[in-house]
C-alpha cells in the first residue's frame, strides 16, 4: 500500500537524549552528595559512600521523575532503584567472596599442585613440595559415589510424590523436608555410630559418601517434586491415552522433558555437599596421599586439605590452604557448567 | 501483504459458510452401519459418570457404527468430554472418578475385570482438545511414540511414519525435518502431528475431544478433511462446539444438555435429520442458536 514513503525506524519507548543527560546529571549528583557528606559528618569508611550513594541515587532521581513526568513515574523510579541496589548488596558479597578466593589462592597454584600429593610433604614445607592430587581425587570420588546413590533414590522420592501419590505422600513429603535441615555433623555422626563403629571398624571414602548421601536426598528430592509438578498432566495423559503404563509414560515421556530440570536438581544438591568438611573428617579420616580405593583406607578431600593446612599456621600452609580453596571453588564451578550444557542442550532446539 | 493474506483467509471462511446446516449435513452421503468389515463397533450402555459426589452424566447409550463419524454437541459442562473420557477409560485417571453402566467394543465390555486397560487405549485412540506433542521427541519420535510406549515392534517404521503423517495430512510440511522438535510446529501442525500419533498405533475407535477448537479456520479446514478420509477405516467420536464442523464432517449427531443437574443425552440421529427436524425441541432451540 504505502510502500513509497520511506520511514525511520524509532524507538519512541525509549529515554529521550535530554533524558539520558539527566540521569548521569543523577548520578554524579549523588556521588557528589556521598562525598561531601562523608568529609563533612563523622560518618566514614567505603559503606558510608557506598550507603550514601544508593540513597541520594534513589531520592534524587525520585525527585527529577516527579517533576518531570508525576508521582507514579516518581514512585517508579523510586522502586526500580531500590531493586536495583538490592540486586548490586547481593552480588557484592558473593563477588568479594570469589575476589578474596582468586587473588590468595593464585600464588599457590602450580603444575606440581595437580601431579603430587602430600605423602611426603608437610604443610609447612615450601610450596613446591607436594600438592593437592589426592585431595581432588579424593573429593571426586566421594562426590561420585554419593551422587550414584542420592540420584536415584531422590529421583524416586520425587516420583513417588508426584506420579503415584500413594498413602504415604504427606509423610514422606514432610520427612524429606525435615532431612533438608538436618546438619551436616549429625549426618557424619549417625553414619559413624550406624556402620563404622559396629560394622566397618575403619576409614573409608565410602563411609564419606554415605554421609554425603543423607545431605543430598532431600535437596535432589525436593527439587525433583518441583520440577516434575510443572510437566502438564497432558503430557501424562497423552502418554496414557496411546496405550502406555505408568512406568512406560513416566520413563518414556515426563523424565525427558524434564530432564534440564532434574540436571539443576543434581547440581543443587552436588553444590549441597562438595564443600562439606565435618562428616568427612569424622569418616574418612584424611588421608595425605592418593587413595584411589573408595572402599578401604582413609581417603582425602579438599576440604579436609584446607582444613589441615590452615591449622598448620605457617604462611606456607596458609597459601597452599587459599589454592585449595580456589581449586575446589574451580571444580564445582565445572561441574556446574557441564551439567547445565548436558542438561539443556537438547531442550534448546 | 497483510491484505493478500487477510482476503485470503476471508474466502477460506465465506468458502466453508452454508446456507443451512442441514445442507451441508446432506452434502456428504450418510454412511449406513455394517456395511464394513471393522468390527461391530462401540456400544455404551447406561453410562453414568462422577467426580466424587457430582454426578457429572447420567444414563447415556448410544451406539457408534462400524466406519462412522459421529459428532457430540451440546453447550459446555453437558458432559460431553467425561462420556468420550469413559470410552478408553481415561476417565479413571480423575481422582475421585466413579462411573456405572458398560462401554462394549466388538461386545467386549471394556471395563471387565481382568482387562487389559493398556490394550483398550491401543485400540480406542485419543486426540486431546489443547495440542499436545511430547516435547523431548521430534516429529519422527512424537508418530511412533506410541508403539515405543506400548512396546510394539513395527517391521517398516518408516513406511508407518510417512502413512500416518500422510494420513494426518502433514507429511508434505513436515517431510524434510522430521528430526526437528514437535513444539517447532504451528498450533493447527502440531494438532495434526497428535492425530498422526494416535494414528500409528491403528485404533479400531478414534476419540476427538474438540480438536479444532484452538486452530484457525485453514488448519480446522485440513483437519475436517482428515476426519472424513480416516472414517473409511475406523470409528469416529468427535466432540465439539461448532455446529458447523459437526455437520461438515459427521453422520451421526448426538445432542448432549445438562438442566443443571447430571448431562444427558437428549437426542441421537443422522446429522442432517438433527439440523433439519430434530425431535426434541431442547434440540431445535440449540441448534438453531436460541439457547446456550
Redesign the interface.
Known amino acids: 500500500m504505502s510502500n513509497t514513503t520511506t520511514a525511520i525506524p524509532t524507538t519512541p519507548w525509549k529515554a529521550s537524549r535530554r533524558e539520558r543527560a539527566l540521569d548521569t546529571l543523577v548520578f554524579f549528583a549523588a556521588l557528589f552528595v556521598s562525598f561531601t557528606l562523608v568529609a563533612v559528618t563523622p560518618l566514614k569508611g567505603k559503606l558510608a559512600y557506598l550507603v550514601i550513594f544508593f540513597l541520594a541515587y534513589a531520592l534524587l532521581t525520585s525527585i527529577f521523575k516527579a517533576q518531570q513526568r508525576g508521582s507514579a513515574a516518581a514512585k517508579d523510579a523510586l522502586v526500580n532503584s531500590l531493586v536495583a541496589i538490592g540486586a548490586v548488596i547481593t552480588v557484592i558479597p558473593v563477588a568479594s567472596i570469589l575476589a578474596t578466593v582468586v587473588k590468595n589462592g593464585l600464588p599457590g597454584i602450580s603444575f606440581g599442585l595437580f601431579t603430587h600429593d602430600m605423602a611426603l610433604a608437610t604443610p609447612t614445607d615450601p610450596l613446591n613440595n607436594g600438592g593437592l592430587l589426592h585431595a581432588i581425587t579424593g573429593t571426586i570420588i566421594l562426590v561420585v559415589f554419593a551422587l550414584i546413590l542420592s540420584v536415584p533414590i531422590g529421583i524416586l522420592t520425587a516420583l513417588y510424590l508426584t506420579e503415584i501419590k500413594g498413602k504415604f505422600t504427606g509423610p514422606i513429603r514432610f520427612l524429606v523436608q525435615a532431612m533438608s535441615g538436618v546438619p551436616s555433623i549429625v549426618a557424619g555422626l549417625f553414619i559413624l555410630s550406624a556402620i563404622l563403629y559396629p560394622i566397618t571398624k575403619s576409614y573409608s571414602g565410602f563411609m564419606g559418601s554415605l554421609s554425603l548421601t543423607i545431605l543430598m536426598i532431600p535437596t535432589i528430592a525436593r527439587t525433583s517434586e518441583e520440577v516434575l509438578n510443572l510437566i502438564p498432566n497432558d503430557l501424562r495423559e497423552a502418554g496414557t491415552a496411546l496405550g502406555g503404563t505408568q512406568w512406560r509414560t513416566v520413563a518414556m515421556i515426563v523424565l525427558p522433558a524434564a530432564k534440564s530440570g532434574l540436571v539443576t536438581a543434581i547440581i543443587l544438591g552436588v553444590a549441597r555437599i562438595a564443600g562439606e568438611t565435618a562428616p568427612i573428617l569424622l569418616l574418612t579420616g584424611g588421608g595425605d596421599k592418593v587413595n584411589p580405593n573408595s572402599f578401604s583406607g582413609p581417603m582425602g578431600s579438599l576440604p579436609y586439605y584446607i582444613w589441615k593446612s590452615f591449622n598448620a599456621g605457617s604462611p606456607e600452609s596458609i597459601t597452599r590452604a587459599w589454592a585449595g580453596l580456589l581449586v575446589l571453588v574451580g571444580l564445582v564451578l565445572i561441574l556446574f557448567t557441564s551439567a547445565r550444557f548436558l542438561g539443556t542442550r537438547k531442550v534448546a532446539k | 501483504m497483510t491484505?493478500s493474506r487477510d482476503n485470503e483467509k476471508e474466502k477460506m471462511e465465506t468458502a466453508v459458510q452454508p446456507n443451512s446446516l442441514a445442507e451441508v449435513a446432506q452434502s456428504h452421503q450418510v454412511k449406513v452401519p455394517g456395511t464394513r468389515a471393522l468390527g461391530t463397533g462401540l456400544e455404551t450402555r447406561g453410562v453414568h459418570a462422577w467426580f466424587g459426589k457430582h454426578h457429572a452424566l447420567a444414563n447415556v447409550s448410544l451406539d457408534f457404527a462400524a466406519g462412522t463419524v459421529t459428532a457430540l454437541i451440546g453447550p459446555s459442562g453437558c458432559g460431553k468430554s467425561t462420556y468420550i473420557r469413559t470410552i478408553?477409560r481415561?476417565h479413571e485417571?480423575i481422582p475421585g472418578a466413579a462411573m456405572a453402566g458398560e462401554v462394549l467394543l466388538d461386545g467386549k465390555d471394556v471395563y471387565a475385570p481382568g482387562t487389559d486397560v493398556?490394550?483398550i487405549?491401543?485400540q480406542i485412540?485419543?486426540v486431546?482438545q489443547?495440542p499436545?506433542p511430547?516435547?523431548?521427541?521430534t516429529i519422527g519420535e512424537n508418530v511412533l511414540?506410541?508403539l515405543?510406549?506400548?512396546?510394539i515392534k513395527a517391521d517398516n517404521k518408516d513406511d508407518l511414519l510417512e502413512e500416518c503423517l500422510e494420513r494426518a495430512g502433514l507429511w508434505s510440511e513436515v517431510k524434510d525435518r522430521l528430526g526437528?522438535?514437535g513444539?517447532?510446529l504451528s498450533g493447527g501442525q502440531q494438532q495434526r502431528l497428535?492425530i498422526a500419533?494416535?494414528l500409528a498405533?491403528r485404533p479400531q475407535v478414534l476419540l476427538m475431544d474438540e480438536p479444532c477448537s484452538a486452530l484457525d479456520p485453514g488448519s480446522t479446514l485440513r483437519i475436517e478433511e482428515t476426519i472424513r478420509q480416516l472414517s473409511d477405516t475406523m470409528t469416529i467420536v468427535i466432540v465439539t462446539h461448532n455446529m458447523q464442523q459437526a455437520a461438515r464432517v459427521s453422520d451421526y449427531t448426538a445432542f448432549f444438555l445438562s438442566d443443571g443437574g447430571p448431562g444427558q443425552m437428549i437426542e441421537v440421529a443422522p446429522t442432517s435429520e438433527i439440523f433439519s427436524r430434530p425431535q426434541d425441541q431442547r434440540t431445535e432451540n440449540y441448534v438453531t442458536g436460541r439457547f446456550g
Open positions: 491484505t478408553n481415561m485417571f493398556t490394550k487405549r491401543l485412540g485419543m486431546f489443547k499436545n511430547f516435547p523431548s521427541m511414540s506410541g515405543k510406549l506400548a512396546q526437528a522438535h513444539g517447532s497428535c500419533r494416535a498405533v
